[in-house]
């Protein structure tokens, strides 16, 4: 669907991105995982089109690069910053939006107020956006992105600063994308996300690729063995094992075993291995 | 034509609902229209009150009393005579509103104190422009005076009184109907009138015109009489009908600074928001997006000088000399103004410190243009020097079409300077045009 190969990207001196090379498959969710400045907004800007690349191609497949009026058909962009208008109410943004791709007045309004009830902003139609919460204004940028039913779709931490409630909404609404089909580029520093929705998770730093594969790849390549906590009263005792049910059935049978917790490695203990940092620092 | 038309209407929709675009858009050029325009429709229009006023004479006489009677006018605290050689001349003065008013003083007006004894006034002929009352009654008034005391003094020159009395004397010997005993009466009168006259001569010719006045008055008869033609205006002049075709062309200018600044602005803002990506990502060219701003700003541009002149010409008298001129001048100004507005939002694009020097720059222009002080009160080298301004031609394309009374080929200049600007600018904006964050 998506083909990065070699892109090259420099702000100044500062290397953004230094040599990318990925694909994305039709239909997958697509992760960009990676800390502050890894290069994952430069990623996705650089893969519509608003950045040209210093070296190395971008092309969708069949379409050529994203410059292209065919592939701004099929391409949807829920930018990290919120790409809305304050003044305008919330029908009103999508409706623009819609028009912008010459949608007729009854295909848009239609289409704007179907997609308002998938992220849950039905009841605010007719408001103006400036009186929105963060997290309804982040449901609007999405829902913004959606508006032309695209074929790809960009989201660029699509949670930033959303409360539990939004955070969930928005992962259902990528799920449900995902079922009909709609490819879908993630980008996020949570791993917990990006191991809910993605396929296939890129890890990235400092605008290098570090790792690509599903979670339970990446995991099993990088993240290392189960790891079981085991509590007597104060006493902690760390069993890190590759067999954790033997441990497991033999700390049951223990009466004087307090707790017991088993760790399963995550991206977080990916990403740990591959840097040597945390993600979130 | 969709998309920029859906960006334009967006984009006039968000300019409505900000409040401080709006008030420099709309509500500040109105102030400055409607405001400054009744300010300067008061006793200030014209010549001061403290001010000598100027009155028109036209001597066709060219006798020893209308000379005196002229120089006796300049004298005055009040008046100040301008010479005229015909009587069209100094009416066409009067409709120029050059003057308030004008005396003609007809020929063979010396021979006809002769008979002011006799029961007929002098008569003086006035034009007067009616729109300036206040003037032309003070006027008037200084004329009465001076010219009683004239009267006096000039037919109270011992020769001239014994002429008009024995002018009277003949007509009383000839007169029919009269019996000896009236006629011996009479006649003995007239001649106590002279010796009287000859005593008071010397009493008053060291009189100054307020007692001249005062002893006129004595007389109970009025011996001038002042008849007042009206001279209308002509509103089509080179001269503004009112104040408000300064103050609304101003207002006009003002209004496109707001417009300017505001759309300019707009477009810095959507870069910083990252709505101007959304719209770089919709299947359109970027002439489109550009288009798009270009069309709401002028549209908005637009909708606010025809506010303005609808305003001024419905409410507050503005009598554009030239209607088809008059629309050219606004869809030429806005033009312009497209172009003014793409330089902006490119240099606001550079950096925060960029956006307020240009603002400021644009406020000093459009004062510097004639839209703070009108062009007319401006020392003739920054006349000169505010040709560099963009808002001095959108002023004297609307005044032209307003008052001045210019023609199609007068007119050609402003806006020829006009559309240099807005082409100008647009090649610069969409050239320089900075996409990215
Ligand atoms: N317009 C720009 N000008 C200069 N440098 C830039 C620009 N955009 C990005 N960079 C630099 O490129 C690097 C990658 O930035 P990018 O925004 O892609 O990171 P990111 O992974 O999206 O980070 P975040 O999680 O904070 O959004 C950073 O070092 C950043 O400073
Ligand atoms: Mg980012």
Sequence with gaps: ?281 | MRVPLAIAIKDATLMRRDMTAFFFTVIFPLIVGILFGMIFAGPATGSGPAEAMTLGVVDLDRSEFTADLTSALDATEEIEVKAFASEAEAEDAVRRGEIPAAVVLAQGMEDSLDDVFTGAPVKVECIADPSRGAETGILQGVLTQTMFAQLFKSIAKPERLHTSLEQARESLLTTEGVNPVQRALFDQMIRSAEGLIDQQIDQTDAGTDDEGASVGGAFEFNPVDIQVRKAQRETSGAEPSSSFEITIPQAAGWALLGCVTGFGASIVRERQSGTLDRLVLAPVGRWQVLAGKALGCFLTALAVQLLLFVIGIAFLGVRPDSYPLLALAIVCSCAGFVGVMMVLAVISGTSDGAEGLTRGALIVMAMLGGAGIPLAFMPGWLRVASGASPFKWVIVALEGAVWRDASLGEMLVPCAVLLAIGVVGVAIGSSRMKWER
């Design chain 1, 1 to 281: 669907m998506l083909e990065l190969t070699d892109v090259v990207k420099r702000f100044g001196s500062r290397e953004a991105l230094a040599g990318l090379t990925l694909s994305v498959e039709p239909g997958e969710a697509f992760g960009l995982l990676g800390p502050n400045g890894a290069g994952k907004t430069t990623t996705i800007r650089m893969a519509c089109g608003l950045l040209a690349p210093d070296s190395g191609r971008v092309e969708f497949e069949g379409f050529g690069p994203p410059t292209s009026a065919e592939v701004r058909r099929v391409l949807g962009v829920a930018p990290q910053s919120l790409a809305i208008y304050d003044e305008l109410t919330c029908a009103e943004n999508l409706e623009f939006f819609g028009r912008l791709f010459g949608m007729s007045r009854s295909a848009r309004r239609e289409r704007a107020y179907a997609i308002m009830e998938r992220v849950q902003l039905e009841g605010r139609a007719r408001d103006k956006v400036a009186t929105f919460s963060g997290g309804m204004k982040r449901r609007l940028n999405l829902a913004a992105a959606l508006m032309h039913e695209p074929r790809i779709v960009f989201l660029d931490e699509p949670t930033a600063g959303v409360d539990p409630h939004s955070r969930h909404a928005i992962l259902e609404l990528v799920r449900e994308l995902q079922g009909e089909g709609v490819t879908i580029v993630y980008t996020t520093h949570y791993m917990e996300e990006a191991q809910r929705v993605c396929d296939r998770v890129a890890v990235m730093d400092q605008g290098c690729l570090l790792a690509l594969g599903t979670v339970d790849e990446l995991i099993a390549a990088h993240g290392g063995e189960t790891v079981v906590t085991v509590e007597r009263g104060t006493v902690h005792e760390r069993v890190v094992t590759a067999e954790p049910m033997g441990v497991l059935s033999e700390a049951t049978r223990d009466t004087s075993v307090t707790s017991l917790r088993v760790e399963r490695p995550d991206l977080e203990a990916v990403f740990l291995s591959l840097t040597g940092r945390s993600l979130r620092d």
